[in-house]
């Protein structure tokens, strides 16, 4: 189990960037599969990035693929994701998760097992 803290979400126009953090903590960061997901009201928790335990392997969605980039330094027990051309449906409020699965072995939010409690993105156009 990691414990997580987002930070880094805010207002921005359309067409901006914002770069969020999840700082963890405890000993599994480095053994852990790292996500990013977002939920936006009214909807379901969906997933947005995905990065391996030796950084080697990332996976995004269709919706954020050539805009956003996940990226992780083990040694700062941090994860990042760093969000270009942002569009108002990228509003939402973004969670950092953590897993001890493979990435290669994941099917959704069910496959983490801790998570953050959440920064809010506002996308204004």
């Known amino acids: 189990q990691v414990q997580l803290v987002e930070s880094g979400g805010g207002l921005v126009q359309a067409g901006g960037s914002l770069r969020l953090s999840c700082a963890a903590s405890?000993?599994?960061?480095?053994?852990?599969?790292m996500g990013w997901f977002r939920q936006a009201p009214g909807k379901e928790r969906d997933f947005v990035a995905a990065i391996s335990r030796n950084i080697i392997t990332t996976s995004y969605a269709d919706s954020v693929k050539g805009r956003f980039t996940i990226s992780r330094d083990n040694a700062k027990n941090t994860v990042y994701l760093q969000m270009n051309s942002l569009k108002p449906e990228d509003t939402a409020v973004y969670y950092c998760?953590?897993?001890?699965?493979?990435?290669?072995?994941?099917?959704?939010?069910?496959?983490?097992?801790?998570w953050g409690q959440g920064t809010l993105v506002t996308v204004s156009s």
């Open positions: 998760a953590a897993t001890l699965r493979a990435i290669n072995g994941l099917s959704g939010p069910n496959d983490f097992g801790s």
């Open positions: 405890g000993r599994a960061f480095s053994s852990s599969t």
